[in-house]
């Protein structure tokens, strides 16, 4: 819009020239111009790709997965059920466990409820203000705001990001919620990630295969581990579970979703570089930047692109692809420079001929849309937000809209 000069307009004249791999080539240079060729040719090679350059490898998949419901009570008044289950998941003798706090709108649903699941920063306790959800004994991130100074969560913290996480509107909105702590995974930390369900597989001190994964990948295999309990639970309509999560958070829920088509639906909220975002596009968050500050996100392979993006074999829009044709949504916040919004709507963009290709059209507008007017009838969503880096209301009110259109 003309009459608005939005704050990410001003940096624009930094980015370089660059063109994006076309995501309807195969490798051998043949078009990938029927839905058949994309499922079974060109769509393993693009996962084939981020899982070799950009993510690593996940984990294995023997993993046996069980489940414990630790407590079930009535919380919200009484609006919603809230249950929180133990997931653990075991390899011979070893196991490791994740804790799930699910709320469930009270009132009696025989199909199930449509469900938004995702990770949290900083425990479950975070998460809501209600007592009853113990404080995370886990290592957490510092976080001065919050007053975590030594990696330890306290009952000071409890309800901290319920801000992020608004469960009263998403409950009266008909859907589930299910959230949990991404440190039960992998604590967000280049020197206690291994700690988690990577001891699983690997060794704790053994050196990273350039191709294996890091906490990224194992956020995601351990979304699609919560999915594997959550799927058989009667309050869940399990073909309407929508896999969100917020910057690192998204770039994971984005991973999650590309691998598992289980998820019907994925959402990308302010996700950026490694996420949603145009590598290419070198403004805000670089690879490289990425790359030293977050050893442990991604496999050791994505450093050989500190610099070098133009030599990527792959393009973020390319990610947003794998989700095709599932509603996906990307939103950003104007002032989130570092995510660069235009970078991100210009992937979503770029994902529309594969959306096309499978019959469903992408986004229809050429250019950013002016703030807070979201886009919500295609089955690819997007809205710049005014404001900070953040997951707020605003967010979740057009996420809620574009599921209950997207997702009936
Ligand atoms: C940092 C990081 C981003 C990430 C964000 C977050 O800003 O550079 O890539 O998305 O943290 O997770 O909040």
Request: charged share 25%; with cysteine; glycine share 8%.
């Amino acid at each position: 819009m003309a009459s608005e000069r939005r704050a990410f307009d001003s940096e624009e004249h930094k980015v370089p020239p660059y063109a994006l791999p076309d995501m309807l080539i195969t490798s051998d240079g043949n078009p990938a111009d029927t839905a058949d060729v994309w499922r079974q040719e060109r769509r393993p090679e693009i996962l084939d790709l981020f899982r070799r350059e950009v993510y690593g490898h996940p984990p294995p998949s023997n993993a046996s997965v069980g489940q414990e419901v630790l407590a079930e009570e009535e919380a919200l008044g009484g609006k919603a059920v809230r249950r929180q289950i133990r997931i653990t998941m075991t390899v011979g003798e070893r196991s490791s466990a994740m804790d799930c706090l699910l709320h469930v709108p009270a009132a009696a649903n025989t199909r199930g409820y449509p469900l938004f699941l995702g990770l949290n920063f900083c425990g479950n306790h975070t998460v809501s203000s209600e007592p009853g959800i113990p404080v995370t004994t886990q290592w957490v991130r510092n976080m001065p705001d919050l007053g975590i100074a030594d990696h330890k969560a306290r009952e000071e913290n409890r309800g901290a990001m319920a801000k992020r996480w608004p469960l009263q509107r998403i409950i009266e909105a008909g859907y589930a919620v299910a959230t949990i702590y991404c440190g039960d995974l992998a604590p967000d930390d280049p020197e206690h990630w291994r700690t988690g369900a990577w001891q699983l597989f690997y060794g704790l001190d053994e050196e990273r295969a350039p191709e294996q994964c890091g906490t990224i990948a194992v956020w995601a295999w351990g979304l699609s581990r919560a999915m594997d309990v959550l799927e058989t639970d009667p309050a869940i309509d399990r073909k309407r579970v929508i896999v969100i999560g917020h910057s690192r958070l998204g770039k994971t829920a984005l991973w999650a979703g590309a691998q598992d088509e289980r998820f019907a639906m994925v959402v990308s909220n302010n996700s950026g570089c490694g996420g949603a975002a145009i590598s290419r596009r070198r403004i805000g968050e670089t690879v490289e930047q990425i790359n030293q500050r977050f050893p442990h996100w991604f496999c050791l392979n994505f450093r050989k692109y500190n610099g070098r993006e133009d030599a990527l074999p792959l393009d973020q829009h390319m990610l947003l692809g794998l989700a095709a044709p599932r509603p996906l949504y990307v939103a950003s916040a104007e002032e989130d420079i570092w995510a660069d919004p235009r970078g991100e709507f210009l992937s979503l963009k770029g994902a529309g001929p594969v959306y096309e290709l499978l019959g469903r059209p992408g986004l229809q507008a050429e250019d950013v849309p002016p703030l807070e007017q979201p886009l919500l009838d295609a089955a690819t969503g997007y809205h710049v937000r005014r404001g900070r880096h953040g997951i707020t209301e605003y967010d979740w009110n057009q996420y809620i809209a574009f599921a209950d259109r997207h997702l009936p």
